[in-house]
Nanobody, 125 residues
Framework: QVQLVESGGGLVQAGGSLRLSCAASGRSFSTYVMGWFRQAPGKEREFVAAINWSGGSTYYADSVKGRFTISRDNAKNTLYLQMNSLKPEDTAVYYC??????????????????WGQGTQVAVSS
């Protein structure tokens, strides 16, 4: 079992940056694949990025590739999402999620076992 708590959301102008954090409780954080998802009003929850247990492997949605960076600090049980060059279409509630299966970086929300409560990101034009 793991509890996830996101922070770092807010309102930013287009072109700006934000850094999201996801603090995890539980001793197994370092073994989980971790992911970031987002959900805009009236839309499905969509994959943003994923990272393997060591941080050595990452995967991004095409819409954020080159602008967002996912990372983790296993000593601090914390997952990060650095978001640069933000666009109005990045506006959404951002969620971190944990996949307790070791291995593949999955992009489907249904493959993740634990979720945070979300943090709102709003990008003004």
């Amino acid at each position: 079992q793991v509890q996830l708590v996101e922070s770092g959301g807010g309102l930013v102008q287009a072109g700006g940056s934000l850094r999201l954090s996801c603090a995890a409780s539980g001793r197994s954080f370092s073994t989980y694949v971790m992911g970031w998802f987002r959900q805009a009003p009236g839309k499905e929850r969509e994959f943003v990025a994923a990272i393997n247990w060591s941080g050595g492997s990452t995967y991004y949605a095409d819409s954020v590739k080159g602008r967002f960076t996912i990372s983790r600090d296993n000593a601090k049980n914390t997952l990060y999402l650095q978001m640069n060059s933000l666009k109005p279409e990045d506006t959404a509630v951002y969620y971190c999620a944990a996949d307790q299966r070791f291995g593949l970086l999955r992009v489907s929300a249904s493959d993740y076992d634990y979720w945070g409560q979300g943090t709102q990101v709003a990008v003004s034009s």
